[in-house]
């Protein structure tokens, strides 16, 4: 069974900084794709980074050149430095990891809240 466990969220300031992390445990596939989401109260839930395990990645326009998705391959985790945060990046920030096999294989993790005020 595939679990993520994500943390690093919290209260902070806007302009100010946090780091996201998930650690992901169980039988994974090597070639993956790992990501982040979140979701807003009343809004859907949307992307915000990915980066597969050859770290490639993406990201949504609303946070390009503020937040960096990186990963550690050795130990299946994932990290979203957020900078320059504002308060509409103010949403529950949920870890994802898929991959292609006969199936798709999607994990989530609980998710993490980020409230961005003053």
């Known amino acids: 069974q595939v679990q993520l466990v994500e943390s690093g969220g919290g209260l902070v300031q806007p302009g100010g900084s946090l780091r996201l992390s998930c650690a992901a445990s169980?039988?994974?596939?090597?070639?993956?794709?790992m990501g982040w989401y979140r979701q807003a109260p009343g809004k859907q839930r949307e992307l915000v980074a990915t980066i597969t395990s050859a770290r490639i990645t993406s990201y949504a326009d609303s946070v390009k050149g503020r937040f960096t998705v990186s990963r550690d391959n050795a130990k299946n985790a994932i990290y979203l430095q957020m900078n320059s945060l504002k308060p509409e990046d103010t949403a529950v920030y949920y870890c994802?990891?898929?991959?292609?096999?006969?199936?798709?294989?999607?994990?989530w993790g609980q998710g993490t809240q980020v409230t961005v005020s003053s």
């Open positions: 169980g039988s994974i596939f090597f070639r993956n794709s």
């Open positions: 994802n990891l898929r991959w292609y096999g006969m199936t798709e294989y999607n994990y």
